[in-house]
């Protein structure tokens, strides 16, 4: 069975095993399974995979020992051109949602507890469309595009199980 995990904690994405090439190369290969992983506050260099030395002093070289991450990215495909917006809400949503989080509403800040705000429902996510394919969805982590009505909440916007913190200002 075809699996989605998204583990909201890199801007990087791993179809485990499977890379674009060896999909077209075989048209008869299983689909994919897919990884993303979105971590707030993390720059490139502060991985391992980013290639740089690892210096726990920090001054621009990698500062994680990243083995696991290391092997997902040498075996998979890694987005390493993925611009985002200053704050996380408005970063999950356009990664999400394929769509620019300002023709969303909801790219000025983070969403917060009491505010009826949220990736309005019409908008379809990544998560209904590959479970659309007949991919398994799973969400870990900060979900942050909100959660003031159970509609808006991850297993009801196609995710299969969800485990994790609801609104953004998670510490």
């Known amino acids: 069975m075809k699996s989605l995990l998204v583990a909201t904690a890199a801007t990087l ?9 060896t999909v077209a190369a075989d048209a008869n290969a299983s689909p994919a399974n897919v ?5 707030d506050d993390l720059g490139w260099g502060d991985l391992q995979l ?14 994680y020992t990243t083995p696991h991450l290391d092997r997902l990215a040498r075996e998979g495909v890694v987005l390493d051109n993925y611009y985002v917006l200053q704050l996380c809400s408005p970063t999950r949503t356009s990664l999400l949602s394929s769509r ?20 309005r429902l019409n908008e379809s996510i990544m ?5 659309g394919q007949g991919y398994r969805t799973s969400a870990f982590g900060k979900w942050d595009i909100g959660y003031h009505t159970w ?3 991850p297993t009801e916007r196609g995710f299969d199980h969800y485990l994790g913190a609801w609104r953004g200002v998670v510490s």
Request: aromatic share 8%; hydrophobic share 45%; net charge negative.
């Open 151 to 153: 509609a808006h909440t």
């Open 13 to 21: 994405v791993a179809a485990a095993g499977t890379t674009a090439a």
């Open 35 to 39: 990884i993303l992983f979105v971590i």
């Open 100 to 119: 620019y989080a300002y023709n969303t509403g909801l790219g000025n800040g983070v969403i917060t507890n009491g505010h009826a705000v949220a990736l």
């Open 50 to 63: 980013s290639g740089l030395p690892v210096d726990r002093s920090a001054g621009g070289h990698a500062e």
């Open 127 to 131: 998560a209904e469309h590959f479970r």
